[in-house]
């Protein structure tokens, strides 16, 4: 596992230092996004989240050595090197660095175009603690791809990056930055295409036909590479039985397998014909639903309109006073969380992403908004901090080096204020962020952020 690890070096530091500070005319912000690089690091007195054993280590130390989780043990236990940076964290919660799965570095123009935010976004991701993700399809990948080169050389400060590519779909239906492909020649060559670009997995979109997944699915997985969906006209049991890997949105993609209709009444009884046979199938084919939870508070919040730019905050002020429509809260709350339970319950496999890309819903902190509203659904907090932390890396076969606090593993960690495993709001408060052991300050992320989102 060592070996797959590049520690950044001064040099990455130093640019990232020399970028905060190119940057900060536009965001006026002063401090330095980077708070701790040195070799060795110690947090002291910290209460650690160990999301596997689903337990909480109090008054722990923690060694973090070249970018890697050293030890942890009781205060004397543990041998501080001479030269280690001492942090005390009294008062603090350590959690593994979020692992989200349906993410996007675009944003609505307004005119259905998403525009690539590369200026705002990573900083949003990070400064929530969001330490590695997984996009969810983009108009043009190669925006996506290019900036997590510039993330994995340490030049910007910015999630460990999975990229997904364009949004594949039929020629009928969907967005004009779609990608057609009608046939399962053009699903391979396009699979093969993007596959060698760099994409690390694949989406299709609502239109697809069957012959076109089937082409995804069969050149992704000869590379060892995953297929998700977001369905529409095809049903979540053909998409599955033709081997998709996973489903974007839950339940909200499996439309036709319920008779439901998208984005309005839903009236799904519980024991309605064919949801079992679903949840089963789903189940047995070892399928991974990412939930991407919305309420409606989530929508025109006055305190993230500082980081709007002018034409984005009047066009989402506007919004706010004539709001499209959103799926109806007792849909979301009645009908699609219990669906969840269901499946998660039957020994169903879970992601959680955020999906923020439209509506002044930011990165980041869309991340808290879901916890937060997963746990209203009625999970306790640690079940939910699991699902965005060790079970998201284990979709991504990161379970080795990221998703929980671990000897041996990347120091990907939040510094909250509180104790978020008891009060889920606890989780915005977030103090500080490591990524492979730098430690960034969430604070003065999102200061560089300000005025940003919609323009860059
Ligand atoms: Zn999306």
Redesign the pocket.
Known sequence: MRSTISYPGKLSILLLILLAKSFSGLAQSKSPIVLYYQKEIVLQNARIVDVVKGIILEGQSLLIANGIIKSIGKPGELAIPANAKVIDLRGKTVLPGLVML???FNYNNGAGVWQFQPISFPKLYLAAGVTTLRT??AENPMYDLNLKREIDKGAVAGPRMFVTGPMFNDESGGFLGDFIISNNEEGRKATAFWAEKGCTSFKVYSDISPEALKGVIEEAHARGLMVTG?LGKMSCTEAANLGIDNI??SFLSCSVDLSLPWNSNWNLQPDQEGVNELIDLLVAKNIVMTI?PFSDSDFGNPSLFDYLSLDERKRVERLIKNPPPFLPKEVNDKQLRPLEKRFIQKGGRVAL?A?A?DLGILPGFQNHNVLVTMVKAGWAPMEVIKMATIDGAKVLKLQNETGSIEIGKLADLMIVSGRPDQNIEDIRNIEMVFKKGIGYDSKALREQAKGLVGRH
């Open positions: 349906h993410e996007h969810a399809g977001h974007e949105h991407t992403g999906d890309a």
